[in-house]
């Protein structure tokens, strides 16, 4: 007989669900990405307080008979994409095949049927496991996608530098510069323009909007950052003819665990493509990194699988696969048959 399940709603001030949440997730990161980077209580206030913008997850634990046996959330968005509703679920290794993980995805489904939305989606690291739990309710994949790391121990930094010098002639009309964060208020609307390049990314065949960057958006992925205890990393290029900004480079590193950092947007605007400015802004950006960070020892990227200019770079800069992730889609209304 399948047990009943309540989810249990915390936030970041509840301490004592923030102890179980992240003893939760590293055992499941330990059965299914051992190499991820383990969660504290403090990562997880900053993570549900925030958000990656101001616009958090709304967390679960899942309890059955007075025990935590995973735990679940739902995100949405207020700036795009207004039908969609993102579902995490991750259920404790010694816990699964007894029907939790559905018992989490039901009552999500109803949370998201009272919110309005009528897509759904859905990621878990590649395993046949995964792959039959989606397709068991209704979910298809969308998306796959690569997670990285670069090793900084590992750099060859001699063939770096020969690479940039050789990339340098093609981008004559460009400066890199290193962006003042928090930024000037005046200069928002640019960032946010140039931002808005990373719509050009592949995204398989998920049903998604592009999103929608403007200065409100940008100045709350900062606010959001420092709330979290992350240092935000920013190299654009500008067009000296124009003046305008033509591609950025973004990483965060943190103060509660200097040895770690994070890739956010690489981008490159439409009109500037084609000059080398992604190989010569994520070089510059390590070079930045061994002054500003000089305990940081990895980061980690994600890209879309077909994306293989990215993937190019990366692969120069001496990343190396760790996992596949895939992304799930499906309506509400097929969920609800």
Known sequence: MLLSMELHPFGPDDVAALETWSAVTNAVSAADAPWNRRQTPALGAGRFRHGWDEEPDTPYLAVVEGRAVGWCAIGTSEYDNLDLAWLRVEVLPHERRKGHGTAMIE???SEVARLGRTSVGCEAWESAAADAFASRHGFERKLSSINRR???????WPRLDERYDAALPFARDYVLERWPVPT????LDALAEMASAIN???IGDLDYEDEVFDATRMRAYETAMAGRGEQIHRIVARHRPSDDLAAQTVVTTTSADPTWGDQHDTSVVRAH???????????????????AAPDLTTIDTWNAESNDHMIGVNEVLGYQVLGREWAYQRSLGDAQE
């Open 107 to 109: 009552q999500l489904l």
């Open 150 to 156: 670069q090793v900084l121990a590992d750099v060859d």
């Open 184 to 187: 000037p208020e005046e200069r």
């Open 200 to 202: 050009d990314a592949p």
């Open 273 to 291: 493509r084609g000059h080398r400015l992604g190989l010569l802004l994520k070089v510059e950006m390590l070079r930045w990194l061994r002054e």
